[in-house]
């Protein structure tokens, strides 16, 4: 077998441990945004004795908290007891621009929706079915229309998601030079709210399902955005609001397969105004595997055992907004979030 420079077999083992072991690491992590750890330790440094007080754990357990967070890079032990948090650490802590605590803690509840489905995994890669409904008796989407509460931690978990996104987006497009956005699927419209506020003459649609919407109106008004912007419940596959200049359509078309990716954008193609643009912001995979996206890789078979959706190349993407009559006019990768944003126009 062959190893990088420097490499061992030792290396190999302990890599391969560490994966084995990956769930444990998110078990640790919302344990972590639970007992505020990073909260509590602040911008200083502070000994796991002052942390247990504070948190009200004990001595000992909270120690070995701290160490596991400290070899997960996320705190440093500077001293036997003493542990300070590190930048990727602070992303823990709700308090701190980009947060990631609410997708963390939302993420126990998602395992609880997404990891039986996991455990067919090999049934999926053989058939290229779901297991979702194996497991559950509905698909993913019925499933959250039947759970309200599930349905709310998912919207919380997609918005804190977004959030990354949103920051990028209203810059790598010229949005100014239309009139009208809709946001496909767009949930409580943290991504279409950061648009409208970037360009004010803009005015939006957010277009999903009434679970969907459920948080929306309180995102919109408070933004101060309700006046420029309307919220309208249906059913993309059966149609889309017409008469648009731009369509959004972010971390849509990889819920499904390619047959309902097609109506999806045919819908907006036939809806949209002439010289508009539909545009679609997903994950775009390189022609050949780039380890340092594993996550990506990781997320498409997510999307193969629960939802029956997939991640797509840029070729694919395009073999898809063909048989939608859209053409795909450029690929601009975004900064930071991991998504790509594709430009398509009426052919």
């Not at 959030?163 to 009208?180: I, N, W």
């Not at 277009?207 to 101060?224: P, V």
């Not at 919220?231 to 648009?244: K, M, Q, R, W, Y």
């Amino acid at each position: 077998m062959a190893h990088d420079e420097g490499r061992t077999a030792v290396d190999d083992r302990g890599y391969v441990v560490q994966l084995v072991f990956g769930s444990l690491a998110a078990h640790a992590l919302r344990a972590a945004v639970d007992l505020r750890i990073v909260e509590l330790i602040g911008d200083g440094e502070r000994s796991a004795t002052s942390v247990a007080d504070a948190a009200g754990t004990g001595a000992q357990p909270t120690l070995r908290l701290l160490r596991a967070l400290a070899g997960l890079r996320l705190l440093v032990e500077s001293a036997p007891g003493a542990f300070s948090v590190t930048p990727a650490g602070a992303l823990l802590d709700p308090g701190k621009p980009g947060s990631m605590a609410s997708l963390i803690t939302s993420s126990g509840i998602m395992e609880q929706m997404m990891r039986p489905g996991w455990e067919y995994l090999v049934d999926s890669v053989r058939t290229g079915n779901t297991s979702f409904e194996k497991v559950f008796g509905k698909d993913f989407f019925g499933y959250l229309k039947d759970n309200p509460e599930r349905s709310a931690s998912f919207n919380a978990a997609m918005s804190q998601a977004t959030r990354s996104t949103a920051a990028v987006l209203p810059g790598a497009f010229d949005f100014g030079r239309f009139g009208t956005v809709v946001d496909i699927g767009g949930g409580d419209g943290t991504l279409l709210a950061a648009v409208l506020r970037e360009h004010t003459d803009l005015t939006g649609i957010l277009f999903d399902t009434r679970e969907g919407l459920a948080q929306a109106e309180e995102t919109l008004r408070l933004g101060g955005l309700a006046h420029r912007c309307s919220l309208v419940a249906g059913d993309f596959f059966a149609s889309v609001p017409e008469g648009a200049d731009v369509y959004l359509v972010k971390s849509i078309l990889h819920d499904w397969s390619d047959e309902r990716g097609v109506t999806i954008l045919r819908h907006c193609r036939d809806a949209l105004r002439a010289d508009g643009r539909v545009l679609i912001v997903e994950p775009v995979l390189a022609e050949t595997v780039d380890p340092r996206a594993v996550g990506l890789y990781l997320g498409d078979l997510n999307m193969l055992v629960n939802w029956g959706g997939r991640e797509r190349t840029r070729a694919e993407f395009e073999q898809l907004c063909g048989r939608a009559d859209l053409e795909v006019v450029s690929v601009t990768p975004l900064a930071g979030p991991g998504f790509s944003l594709v430009e398509a126009r009426a052919r």
